[in-house]
């Protein structure tokens, strides 16, 4: 079979392994042919393609990033954008389309196979919050670099007995945030799914002070906004799929905790950094298992549809369903959050 390929959206550590897996499996064990589209669905549109082989895929595994790089383009909103991609797919007389992305590069990949175009959907969203998968590939990987930073912000927010607050990605969702924040044993966790108590935060902050502890941790997801003021944005400007450049929320939370209690406070960002260099071995093997189910789905001919983790096991849901939510973070996980934190009457 010939199979086209592209990584949509941000990227995220295992992009690579994916397309390493799913290349092997391909030509070792069905003789495929891959044609890899360069920067998403622009590749397809401006027909822009490399040659997906075992040589151009070797040495790739521990690579971040992705070799056919990324953007964020919305097929919705180009003129005539889905005839043009079903003319080139078709130029290439290709017999599937495997997808790399979340939510908005899924969408295109559904309005796709509703046009008839063969594809199979890989889960990525460094924010894992893709409905109907456990676990996304690059989110070990954010969050051991999320950690890793708390950990090392105790030691300097220690020596200068200051409040400091470390912004870490999530825009709808906070899994990376909550899951950072207990693993590094931060004192306050904010995330997009319970609107910021400013007066809560500040007592947390008191409490530690009060009870021989000059230092607070704060960590608080992009999303999390405060309720009268909405998500913390750079800028107006949206992306194709009308998502604002969020940044910023650790400031402004920065100022109003030294405000209101008078401690010294600092924020950091670790933005980008969270993205960036060699995934995690849990990553490498959750790209490694999703790029071989999608070559599986694909000789099994269950179109339109996304590979996903539930438990241990990889199985496959509809696109729609991929598309349908957002997968929050839910009361378990909050409970757990309070669990670790004093109560207003201690």
């Keep these: 079979m010939r199979i086209g390929m592209l990584t949509g959206g941000g990227d995220c550590p295992g992009l690579n392994a994916v397309i390493r897996a799913a290349v092997r499996k391909g030509i070792l064990h069905h003789g495929d042919e891959f044609v890899g589209f360069m920067e998403g669905w622009r590749g397809v549109l401006d027909d822009v393609t490399m040659p997906l082989t075992l040589e151009t895929t070797s040495g790739i595994l521990h690579r971040g990033g992705t070799i056919l790089r990324s953007s964020r383009t919305n097929v919705k909103k180009i003129p005539g954008g889905f005839e043009k991609c079903v003319e080139v797919l078709g130029k290439h007389k290709l017999d599937a389309l495997i997808a790399l992305g979340g939510d908005d590069t899924q969408s295109i990949s559904l309005a796709l196979s509703e046009k008839g175009v063969k594809c199979v959907g890989v889960p990525k969203t460094i924010d894992n919050d893709l409905n109907g998968t456990d676990v996304c590939f690059g989110f070990d990987t954010a969050v051991s670099i999320a950690t890793e930073a708390v950990d090392r912000l105790h030691s300097t927010a220690e020596a200068h007995n200051r409040v400091i607050v470390c912004e870490v990605m999530g825009r709808d969702a906070g899994w990376i945030a909550i899951t950072a924040g207990i693993a590094g044993g931060a004192d306050v966790i904010l995330v997009p799914e319970v609107p910021i108590d400013i007066e809560e935060v500040c007592r947390l902050v008191k409490y530690r002070r009060e009870h021989g502890k000059k230092f607070s ?9 405060f309720p009268e003021s909405g998500q913390a944005t750079h800028g107006t400007a949206v992306d194709s799929f009308g998502h604002a450049r969020l940044s910023g929320i650790g400031q402004a939370l920065a100022e109003e905790i030294e405000k209101r209690t008078g401690y010294e406070t600092r924020s950091v960002n670790l933005g980008h950094t969270q993205r960036g260099g060699t995934p995690s071995a849990y990553d490498r093997m959750l ?16 179109f339109g549809r996304l590979v ?12 729609a369903e991929a598309i349908a939510k957002n997968r929050t973070v839910g ?14 009457s201690s």
């Design 217 to 225: 941790i704060v960590v608080a997801a992009e999303g999390a906004q």
């Design 287 to 302: 790209a490694t298992r999703y790029g071989v189910a999608a070559i599986d789905l694909v000789h099994a001919g269950k």
């Design 331 to 344: 009361e378990d996980l909050l409970a757990v959050m309070k669990g670790l934190q004093p109560l207003a």
């Design 308 to 319: 996903v983790l539930k438990g241990t096991t990889i199985t496959d849901i509809p696109l």
